[in-house]
Nanobody, 124 residues
Framework: VQLQASGGGLVQAGGSLTLSCAASGRTGSSFTMGWFRQAPGKEREFVGTSFRGVRTYYADFVKGRFTISRDNAKNTVNLQMNSLKPEDTAIYFC???????????????????WGQGTLVTVSS
């Protein structure tokens, strides 16, 4: 499975940005696909995920601002980010896995497949 993330860039605080992740290889609608981010000097943290294509879960700090959408026909998962804040500045990674259970979705170590990351910079 290969993941290709795109859409990062520079945006002003309060602005919006959409990240896209395209999956190829042996993927399927039952895969869990989501997003993590890593700011300089910090650990990679959970942003949100589409759990087995059934339900989407978000980190508390993005609820109401970020939305994950998924197109199983195109094998893509998008991250729509609104009301961006300077603290949202990070490298954003898409991730996928075929065997996750619900309790495991928040830990980056449990995902087998990763995209290369795309940088989002939010200026104040």
């Amino acid at each position: 499975v290969q993941l290709q993330a795109s859409g990062g860039g520079l945006v002003q605080a309060g602005g919006s940005l959409t990240l896209s992740c395209a999956a190829s290889g042996r993927t399927g609608s039952s895969f869990t696909m989501g997003w993590f981010r890593q700011a300089p000097g910090k650990e990679r943290e959970f942003v949100g995920t589409s759990f087995r294509g059934v339900r989407t879960y978000y980190a508390d700090f993005v609820k109401g601002r970020f939305t994950i959408s998924r197109d199983n026909a195109k094998n893509t998962v998008n991250l729509q980010m609104n009301s961006l804040k300077p603290e949202d500045t990070a490298i954003y990674f898409c991730a996928a896995d075929s065997r996750l259970i619900l309790s495991s979705i928040y830990d980056a170590h449990n995902y087998d497949y990763w995209g290369q990351g795309t940088l989002v910079t939010v200026s104040s």
